[in-house]
């Protein structure tokens, strides 16, 4: 029996958004008949709006996050650090993860691999599949995550391996999730769009009593696409939907526990996009741009579950012990049809390469965070310090065909008779301190180390044992001339060993490690309403692996380094006017080409020297967001924003051959660069009641948001896309 994905939602299924839309219509007339029979008054007064303090959202500023491993303020902590907040993705109507960090300067998108899928982008030129975290708890699983239950997104830049263990010179990124607020808040939420564009959600919270509370959030998503396949007119599809539950319990005290609970499930058609063209070094040249190679047979499944325990014991005032216990499961199954450069598809599937594989992966995390604060010899400490075990269990094995070469047929979760499954699994330990001293007025050291252990068991014949024991640091120097003004200068490193590849070497080559060094200053300003940030970095990487692992070359480069400067602005202007922005620019260079070890031999070979000093792959030279919302009056609110990044280049710089050369010069498959517009009109009639009208692309730019970035194919980003939202609280 061939796989079948959920049909579009029908017209009928639309009837619950169009009624919820409706209903709000009523006050809306109510009001108008109200105006034709009052005198006009000589100035309109906004209605009072009260909310408890703890329980209002951030605006365009986030004034708390955890990524530093403690409950502060982000101009506190001397590194960049950004956050997109609640407030923004609801702005801008953003429904996954990939769409909230288009907020994020210095960032790219990688489209999928030969072996990694999924959520997959570079942070200051460095992959980040490695460091994405959920609430502070590795979540490296290759899936793609939603923000219907996110509080926040953190972005925490520079190496961040004392703190979260071993990672990449790019930074960490940590979703935040939403937990039981303090008082009784319902929420529901439907939208139509174009391209088959539906979606529903629910965020219910419920104060049971003073010590208790539950909130449910909950999300439905089904998405069409402006691309399709000339033959049969199938088109790129999303099909979502996610369940979280979070009960907090002996809240308010000072031994509180939430026990949280997050299923999400997608069927999708998934779209690896347009082939470079050799000639032209540019994707999709010889084709449509909308020729989609998927068929109604291709699919992308993912079930993803997640349940974690946390508890916050607070000793002292100035001591607290924080655990988190965390059970996770991530099995995931897709057959995606790879693009042919002149060749259009067929109604069988015949045209193109086929990426069929299943993934299963599970961890069990146990985490325990002790912060204290004290003075001692006449200054001010303070000290966090910690304990992590982290078991993983990972499974990744193609699927079987049960169609022929020329009419493939895939099936869900059905592995192949044959060949050998990539396997492995690992226990690691880690403990950690830090201590952030004042030694005097306004000036604070930070000095950190973290030491990481890992005992694995793989799949492979060559190296089916790896264990390793490293160490990582961070240190860095504030002055705080007031409290609104942050100065620091910062270093720190992180490593990764082969092992965070779920691949070995015949010969086990050292582990990445790098080193990064920056210097930065942070402002509040607008009484505390409006951040502004400044930063100059620089970073370097040691032993650099290959990110796709299918690849036989598991060292990219030998090193490469990163040097940049960034900008950033978030908040309030005035007390209408709010604004998110960020600016990165970056200098991102192969310093020394790979060495690999041939898997037949063991014969160590070097990549061309030529890629020596060229730019490495998928690092624009700059990136520009921004996002701005002006608030007319107290029912009308307009916004507006722009996403600029310059050309992306995809190449292996592994290899021995040539390199890639245009008329005699120098030039890899490169994603041109481009500006993409959005815009936004918000209408709250009253308390209960909200309109949203979304423009993304607005000029309907035709433009490739991610690229393979060994080389092979670039995937184009949404057309104009129009999205009605109507939000009711009750």
Known sequence: MSHCKPKRTSHQTLLPLGALMMAGLAPLSQQALADEATPAKAKELAPIKVQADADKPDGARATTTRVGKVLQDPHDVPQAVTTVTRSIMEQQQVGSLKEALRNVSGLSFNAAEGGRSGDNMNLRGFYT??????????????????????????????AGAMLFGRGQAGGVINQVSKTPLSRDQYKLTGSVGTHGYQEATADLNKVINEQTAIRVNAMQRDEGNWRRNPTTGSEPEIHRTGLAVSLGLNLNTDNQFWLNHYTAYGRDNPDYGNSFDAATRKPGERLPASTYFGNDKTFD???????????????????????????????????????????????VGGVGGNVARLL????????????????????????????????????????????????????????????????????????????????????????????????????STTSPKLKYGENSYRSALSYHPTDDTHYYVGWSDSFS???????????????????????????????????????????????????????????????RRTRGIELEAAGRVNEDWEVFAGLALMNAKILEVAENVNSTTGAITSANPA?????????????????????????????????????????????????????????????????????????EPNNKWLYRLNVKNLFDKLYYDAVYDNGGFAVPGPRRTVTLTAEYKF
Do not use: C
């Open 129 to 158: 599949f490695g460091d994405m975290y959920l609430d502070g708890i590795r979540d490296t699983a290759q899936y793609n995550r939603e923000t219907f239950n996110l509080e926040q997104v953190d972005v925490l830049r520079g």
């Open 301 to 347: 499944d993912s079930d993803t579950s997640i349940t974690t325990l946390v508890n916050e014991y607070r000793i002292t005032p100035s001591t607290q012990l924080r655990t988190q216990l965390r059970s996770a499961d991530y099995k995931r199954s897709y057959w995606a049809k790879t693009p042919n450069l002149s060749t259009l598809p067929d109604a």
């Open 360 to 459: 299963d992966y599970r961890t069990i995390t146990l985490q325990s965070d002790l912060s204290t604060k004290f003075e001692l010899a006449g200054m001010k400490h303070e000290v966090i310090t910690g304990l992590e075990w982290l078991r993983e269990d990972s499974y990744r094995k193609a699927l079987q065909n049960y169609g022929t070469n020329t009419a493939p047929d895939y099936r869900p979760y059905q592995e192949a008779a044959t060949g050998t499954a990539s396997a492995f699994t690992s226990d690691s330990y880690a403990y950690y301190v830090q201590d952030t001293v004042e030694f005097i007025p306004k000036w604070k050291a930070t000095l950190g180390v973290r030491r990481d252990q890992m005992d694995a068991e793989y799949s």
């Open 497 to 559: 060993p082969t092992a965070d590849l779920y691949q070995l070497t015949v010969t086990p080559q050292p582990p990445e490690r790098s080193a990064v060094l920056e210097l930065g200053a942070k402002w509040l300003v607008m009484d505390g309403d409006l951040a502004l940030r400044a930063a100059v970095y620089q970073a370097t990487k040691n032993w650099e692996r290959n990110t796709d692992l299918e690849s036989t070359s598991s060292i990219l480069t030998k090193k």
């Open 611 to 683: 890629y020596a000093g060229k730019r490495a792959r998928n690092t624009p030279e700059y990136t520009f967001n921004l996002w701005s919302t002006y608030q007319l009056n107290y029912q009308w609110k307009l916004g507006g924003g722009v996403e600029t990044k310059g050309d992306r280049q995809a190449v292996n710089p592994s290899g021995t051959g040539a390199v890639p050369t245009l008329n005699g010069v120098y030039y890899p498959n490169t994603a041109p660069s481009y500006v993409r517009w959005d815009a936004m009109v918000e209408f």
